[in-house]
T-cell receptor, first 112, second 113 residues
Framework: GENVEQHPSTLSVQEGDSAVIKCTYSDSASNYFPWYKQELGKGPQLIIDIRSNVGEKKDQRIAVTLNKTAKHFSLHITETQPEDSAVYFCALITSGTYKYIFGTGTRLKVLA | EAGVTQFPSHSVIEKGQTVTLRCDPISGHDNLYWYRRVMGKEIKFLLHFVKESKQDESGMPNNRFLAERTGGTYSTLKVQPAELEDSGVYFC???????????FGPGTRLTVL
């Protein structure tokens, strides 16, 4: 079945620096790619998403890029702040279903 | 508007016992999903309800797991009898009809000793 590889598993950056997390997938019919942030003790919260007919989407300090040919999508966080520290999950919807396939998560630590 | 709620937040049981988890989706969301994250691994799909009907239960591990959604509102996930490998965080999510975006609850952390 479909699986999603997410890298890196952990990432430490200095406050103010940028962070990039990348996910690769195999099903070329995947058409929806959300990113979730999970803080301690809470459930995953949607932070940004992108559909397969769009190459890039930006929302303030957060952006997502999608390369359908190479089958990868990336989360970019600029000007990182300590409150960005959390576990980030990429996901996608496989063709013909509504279920999410998740990556294994990236623990981001922003050092003040 | 209230988000997805789950009860309990934590449950510690012994192997062989029964546990029932509850999920209340966002009001008006016909789609309800159950997922599970085992320590350090990815969040894995368990099943999907549309109203009270099971649309996809391909992720259910085995017949010790039973999910219900009577009346198409809240859902329960029962594990009977629980085994050590059932430990993990169980998430519920809901979405609108035709919507791709799923909204997650805070999860139930299940520990089987």
């Amino acid at each position: 079945g479909e699986n999603v590889e997410q890298h890196p598993s952990t990432l430490s950056v200095q406050e103010g620096d940028s962070a990039v997390i990348k996910c690769t997938y195999s099903d070329s019919a995947s058409n929806y790619f959300p990113w979730y942030k999970q803080e301690l003790g809470k459930g995953p919260q949607l932070i940004i998403d992108i559909r397969s007919n769009v190459g890039e989407k930006k929302d303030q300090r957060i952006a997502v890029t999608l390369n359908k040919t190479a089958k990868h999508f990336s989360l970019h966080i600029t000007e990182t702040q300590p409150e960005d520290s959390a576990v980030y999950f990429c996901a996608l919807i496989t063709s013909g279903t509504y279920k999410y396939i998740f990556g294994t998560g990236t623990r981001l630590k922003v050092l003040a | 508007e209230a988000g997805v709620t789950q009860f309990p937040s934590h449950s510690v049981i012994e192997k062989g016992q029964t546990v029932t988890l509850r999920c209340d989706p966002i009001s008006g969301h016909d789609n309800l999903y159950w997922y599970r994250r085992v320590m350090g691994k990815e969040i894995k799909f368990l099943l999907h309800f549309v109203k009270e009907s099971k649309q996809d239960e391909s992720g259910m591990p085995n017949n010790r797991f039973l999910a219900e959604r009577t009346g198409g509102t809240y859902s329960t996930l029962k594990v009977q009898p629980a085994e050590l490998e059932d430990s993990g965080v169980y998430f519920c999510a809901s979405s609108q009809v035709g919507g791709n975006t799923q909204y997650f609850g805070p999860g139930t952390r299940l520990t089987v000793l």
